[in-house]
């Protein structure tokens, strides 16, 4: 399972990084499938209404309305009605690419359970939204859905009498059965995006809105479809014949054939084992999460910077408890807490330039902490080849990206935005090496979703901690490459290597003293030790 998950992994950075020279790394399709699905349901949403306007619901004038609009009114009502059929399409392929991409990235286990088994009610209520819909337009595809769904349904044996009889004859259909087909059609779709709204509860700043540029491309493109093949109209429905299953849309109505020939009993085991293996999967087998971040009041003023940066809202603001005179302090919530570092980075106790006592900060991760931090970077640092001055690169990578894996002068982090600005300063200061490289996720998707972010505005001093102004930017590199991309990065460190080596030497050099270096070998000990 996990070596299926890095070849898709992999396939899909393959993918991204040839979409990315096609539309720049903020607008890459493959990178923002969740908010083009939000998109998506917006345009379905507003088509949706404007058809209604014209929609006659009962049951003999309604295929009489949509033919109308399809041909008298094609240019604008006609148009409405393909690009709502071919944005819910969209949809679904948007839907099933973005729960794989989730998926290989291994964004569904551990704490981050959440948004994994809230997206599983998602898919069906997309699928009944869009099943729903086939029935309104009471042509002979819809007879075929609408009887081929009501006798799966009366296999149930819930409803008091069977509910397919209503589609056996002409005389059985009533308008008031049809204008509960229009109510479902209405009411599913809220139900869907009540169920979208629960998705993204966990998460810091969801992406909800595709950047504008990409949205004009899909409006652009759905709309160029929807003139060049206008969604098809089969004849009306005739309940005196058999239906036909004439123009399928293999998006929605796919397993159609199969519910035709499987027996219903098969077709609900099928859906029941397909929806509960989904939404187990965040529990099986490796947990990938460590231990939740830990919160040490003592250091801790209650100044809200972890909770702004924690990109899973994982960390409350409480009021003060421990008579320091703050007003407040953070609590982080274990069930949500992901365990990116992430708040550790952010937090101004976080320095590595303390020279007495424990180096601890106001909130730590227990599995890695900040003086396993600076212990391995010492470490990392006396494994470096090279004179002081010679171009002496020091990498910490993501674990996520090209920055993975063990190689000499590489410290491995949970997520770039964990490296509290100060550590870079201390490296460079400090002369464990003569330039930092931060190496982090591809650019178009941090695996924590802001750490990249956090990270470039930390840098560029417009968010705290910043890199103070003292270091030396032509020592710092930030190189952002998804997992196929370790050539790459080994050749933006060789280069910057090469610069480095042509710099003079650094001015403000202030060594390791033998305190510091006995501090960090007894951290490193002790992490040994674990
Ligand atoms: C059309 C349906 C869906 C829409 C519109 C949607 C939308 C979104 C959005 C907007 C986000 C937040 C992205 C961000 O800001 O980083 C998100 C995250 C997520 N979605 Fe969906 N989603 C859909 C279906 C699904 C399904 C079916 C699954 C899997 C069963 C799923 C799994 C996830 C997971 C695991 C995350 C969290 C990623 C993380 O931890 O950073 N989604 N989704
Ligand atoms: S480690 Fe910190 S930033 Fe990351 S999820 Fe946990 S509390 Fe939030
Ligand atoms: S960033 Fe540090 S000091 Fe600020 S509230 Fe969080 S733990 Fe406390």
Same mark, same amino acid.
């Given at each position: 399972?996990?070596?299926?998950?890095?070849?898709?992994?992999?396939?899909?950075? +393959?993918?991204?990084?040839? $979409?990315?020279?096609?539309?720049?790394?903020?607008?890459?399709?493959?990178?923002?499938?969740?908010?083009?699905?939000?998109?998506?349901?917006?345009?379905?949403?507003?088509?949706?209404?404007?058809?209604?306007?014209?929609?006659?619901?009962?049951?003999?004038?309604?295929?009489?309305?949509?033919?109308?609009?399809?041909?008298?009114?094609?240019?604008?009502?006609?148009?409405?009605?393909?690009?709502?059929?071919?944005?819910?399409? %969209?949809?679904?392929?948007?839907?099933?690419?973005?729960?794989?991409?989730?998926?290989?990235?291994?964004?569904?286990?551990? =704490?981050?359970?959440? @948004?994994?088994?809230?997206?599983?009610?998602?898919?069906?209520?997309?699928?009944?939204?869009?099943?729903?819909?086939?029935?309104?337009?009471?042509?002979? /595809?819809?007879?075929?859905?609408?009887?081929?769904?009501?006798?799966?349904?009366?296999?149930?044996?819930?409803?008091?009498?069977?509910?397919?009889?209503?589609?056996?004859?002409?005389?059985?259909? @009533?308008?008031?059965?049809?204008?509960?087909?229009?109510?479902?059609?209405?009411?599913?779709?809220?139900?869907?995006?009540?169920?979208?709204?629960?998705?993204?509860?966990?998460?810091?700043?969801?992406?909800?809105?595709?950047?504008?540029? %990409?949205?004009?491309?899909?409006?652009?493109?759905? &709309?160029?479809?929807? %003139?060049?093949?206008?969604?098809?109209?089969?004849?009306?429905?005739?309940?005196?014949?058999?239906?036909?299953?004439?123009?399928?849309?293999?998006?929605?109505?796919?397993?159609?054939?199969?519910?035709?020939?499987?027996?219903?009993? =098969? &077709?609900?085991?099928?859906?029941?084992?397909?929806?509960?293996?989904?939404?187990?999967? #965040?529990?099986?087998?490796?947990?990938?999460?460590?231990?939740?971040?830990?919160?040490?009041?003592?250091? !801790?003023?209650?100044?809200?910077? !972890?909770?702004?940066?924690?990109?899973?809202?994982?960390?409350?603001?409480?009021?003060? @408890?421990?008579?320091?005179?703050?007003?407040?302090?953070?609590?982080?919530?274990?069930?949500?807490?992901?365990?990116?570092?992430?708040?550790?980075?952010?937090?101004?106790?976080?320095?590595?330039?303390?020279?007495?006592?424990?180096?601890?900060?106001? &909130?730590?991760?227990?599995?890695?902490?900040?003086?396993?931090?600076?212990?391995?970077?010492?470490?990392?640092?006396?494994?470096?080849?090279?004179?002081?001055?010679?171009?002496?690169?020091?990498?910490?990578?993501?674990?996520?990206?090209?920055?993975?894996? #063990?190689?000499?002068?590489?410290?491995?982090?949970?997520?770039?935005?964990?490296?509290?600005?100060?550590?870079?300063?201390?490296?460079?200061?400090?002369?464990?090496?003569?330039?930092?490289?931060?190496?982090?996720?591809?650019?178009?998707?941090?695996?924590?979703?802001?750490?990249?972010?956090?990270?470039?505005?930390?840098?560029?001093?417009?968010?705290?901690?910043?890199? +103070?102004? +003292?270091?030396?930017?032509?020592?710092?590199?930030?190189?952002?490459?998804?997992?196929?991309?370790?050539?790459? /990065?080994?050749?933006?460190? +060789?280069?910057?290597?090469?610069?480095?080596? =042509? $710099?003079?030497?650094?001015?403000?050099?202030?060594?390791?003293?033998?305190?510091?270096? =006995?501090?960090?070998?007894?951290?490193?000990?002790?992490?040994?030790?674990?």
């Amino acid at each position: 399972m996990a070596g299926a998950r890095a070849t898709l992994r992999r396939g899909f950075d +393959r993918v991204e990084r040839a $979409l990315d020279l096609a539309f720049g790394p903020d607008w890459n399709p493959l990178a923002q499938l969740g908010p083009l699905g939000w998109f998506l349901f917006w345009i379905v949403a507003l088509t949706g209404v404007y058809l209604f306007i014209f929609f006659d619901t009962g049951v003999s004038a309604a295929y009489g309305s949509v033919k109308w609009l399809s041909t008298d009114h094609w240019w604008h009502a006609g148009v409405a009605r393909s690009v709502h059929r071919y944005a819910s399409d %969209l949809m679904i392929l948007v839907m099933f690419t973005h729960l794989l991409r989730e998926w290989a990235m291994d964004r569904f286990r551990g =704490a981050r359970w959440f @948004s994994w088994v809230t997206g599983v009610p998602v898919i069906w209520f997309v699928y009944l939204s869009g099943i729903t819909g086939y029935w309104l337009v009471w042509d002979t /595809l819809a007879q075929y859905v609408a009887l081929t769904t009501t006798e799966l349904l009366d296999t149930l044996g819930i409803f008091g009498e069977p509910i397919a009889r209503n589609f056996l004859s002409p005389q059985q259909l @009533s308008d008031r059965f049809f204008t509960l087909m229009v109510f479902l059609h209405i009411a599913i779709p809220l139900m869907l995006l009540l169920a979208m709204w629960v998705h993204i509860q966990r998460i810091t700043e969801p992406r909800t809105r595709p950047p504008q540029g %990409l949205a004009a491309i899909t409006v652009v493109a759905l &709309i160029a479809g929807s %003139l060049i093949l206008p969604a098809p109209l089969q004849g009306q429905a005739d309940l005196g014949t058999i239906p036909q299953r004439l123009g399928l849309d293999w998006f929605f109505l796919g397993l159609y054939p199969v519910i035709e020939s499987v027996p219903a009993g =098969a &077709i609900w085991a099928g859906a029941a084992v397909f929806t509960l293996t989904l939404a187990g999967l #965040p529990w099986m087998p490796p947990r990938s999460d460590g231990a939740a971040a830990e919160v040490f009041l003592d250091h !801790c003023n209650g100044c809200e910077r !972890c909770v702004a940066d924690c990109p899973y809202s994982a960390i409350t603001l409480m009021p003060r @408890s421990d008579g320091a005179p703050f007003r407040f302090e953070v609590k982080v919530d274990p069930v949500r807490c992901v365990a990116c570092g992430i708040c550790m980075g952010s937090c101004p106790s976080s320095t590595p330039f303390r020279r007495t006592g424990d180096l601890v900060t106001g &909130i730590d991760l227990p599995d890695y902490t900040l003086a396993d931090l600076r212990a391995q970077v010492i470490a990392a640092a006396e494994d470096l080849d090279g004179a002081p001055g010679s171009g002496r690169v020091l990498t910490l990578g993501c674990g996520a990206g090209a920055g993975a894996g #063990p190689a000499p002068a590489r410290v491995q982090v949970p997520c770039v935005a964990m490296v509290p600005p100060s550590m870079v300063d201390f490296i460079i200061s400090r002369g464990l090496a003569d330039g930092v490289c931060i190496a982090g996720c591809a650019e178009r998707d941090c695996r924590n979703r802001l750490g990249i972010k956090w990270t470039r505005e930390r840098f560029a001093r417009t968010r705290d901690p910043n890199l +103070r102004a +003292r270091v030396p930017r032509e020592r710092v590199l930030t190189v952002w490459a998804g997992p196929t991309e370790t050539g790459r /990065l080994a050749r933006e460190v +060789r280069s910057f290597a090469e610069r480095l080596g =042509a $710099l003079p030497p650094y001015e403000k050099l202030r060594p390791l003293d033998a305190d510091e270096r =006995a501090s960090a070998r007894r951290a490193a000990g002790r992490t040994a030790a674990e």
